[in-house]
Nanobody
Framework: QVQLVESGGGLVQPGGSLRLSCAAS????????MGWYRQAPGKQRELVAG???????NYANSAKGRFTISRDNAKNTVYLHMNTLKPEDTAVYYC??????????WGQGTQVTVSS
């Protein structure tokens, strides 16, 4: 059974940092490119960052220079380190496949709220 469990979100002030984690099960994690996505209220879900099987990162323009994606294949976990957070980063963050063209069942996501 495929399961994606996101965690690490919360309320943070502008300029603050958070580290999100996504634990995957039921997939060949080491063979999977993984990505972080987000969905803000009233907006479509968008890709924030992706990481290939070999560890090469890719970032949306909004994330470049502020976010870092990484993975630990031994733990079947992908991370998103977010720095210099802005109110416009407020969204529910999800992880899922990246580059495959087919999404896994979405997890519950983790809420990130950037507000003073």
């Amino acid at each position: 059974q495929v399961q994606l469990v996101e965690s690490g979100g919360g309320l943070v002030q502008p300029g603050g940092s958070l580290r999100l984690s996504c634990a995957a099960s039921g997939i060949m994690f080491g063979d999977s490119a993984m990505g972080w996505y987000r969905q803000a209220p009233g907006k479509q879900r968008e890709l924030v960052a992706g990481i290939t099987r070999s560890g090469r990162p890719n970032y949306a323009n909004s994330a470049k220079g502020r976010f870092t994606i990484s993975r630990d294949n031994a733990k079947n976990t992908v991370y998103l380190h977010m720095n210099t957070l802005k109110p416009e980063d407020t969204a529910v963050y999800y992880c899922n496949n990246f580059l495959s063209g087919a999404y896994l069942p979405w997890g519950q996501g983790t809420q990130v709220t950037v507000s003073s």
